[in-house]
């Protein structure tokens, strides 16, 4: 276990390595920012989304369209504000015309989120939709079959618990789906007054590195591959994105 500023240094470290990313060459050529996702770097709730769309990408900050206006309400509703939880997605880029995340994104992206959930070590993790549910799930099972039931999943070196709901964005065109979303989040503050499950035995608390990693080598391309794209210059800070932290 690290101190809360020890993960919030930390986090932002990983937040300098991911603003850079050139992993999905498509994407880091369309996309306006890396949307790495923003809250409480030690919260109890993590939100686990698809992938930015068009706002979050001008933005720079996840859920801040329609949607993430139903999850402020949602969030609203059992006495939670934003700055208590930390919300992200699957992919840090947004795809072109808000087309699903491919397979191949979402395995060269997931890196960040298991390094975000680990350095954040949440009690918590509320998939939304499909996309996060199935990845952390490690299993093709749909939201449809999920939403609503807790479960402990191992995820990286912690087991946490484990929540689907429905993504709010299928909430917006269907309205009988936010009765469902509603009362899926209802059962969240006594999820969390659980507290942490218990742990693998092989967890072992490592010390949180504070300092910025080091660059990530990537793999060389084979040659048949066109070069990677340079990534786009970020501006230089997204002080909502880190003060927020
Ligand atoms: N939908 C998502 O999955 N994530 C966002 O950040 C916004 C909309």
Redesign the pocket.
Known sequence: MSSPEERREALKALFHDARGCVRCPELAQTRHTV?FGAGNANADLMFV?????R??DEQGL????Q??QLLDTLLGEIGLTRGEVF?C?VLKCRPPGNRDPQPVEIERCQDYLFRQIELIEPVVICT??NFATKLLRHDTTGIMRLHGRAEVRVVGPRAVRLFPVF???AALYTPSNVDVLRRDFSALPELLALGPPEQPAAVVEAPVAVAAAEPEVLPEAPLSEPPEPEARPEPETHPAQLGLF
């Open positions: 949307v989304g698809e992938a930015p769309g706002n979050e996840p859920f801040i369209g949607a993430g919300v997605n939304l939709g993504h709010p964005a």
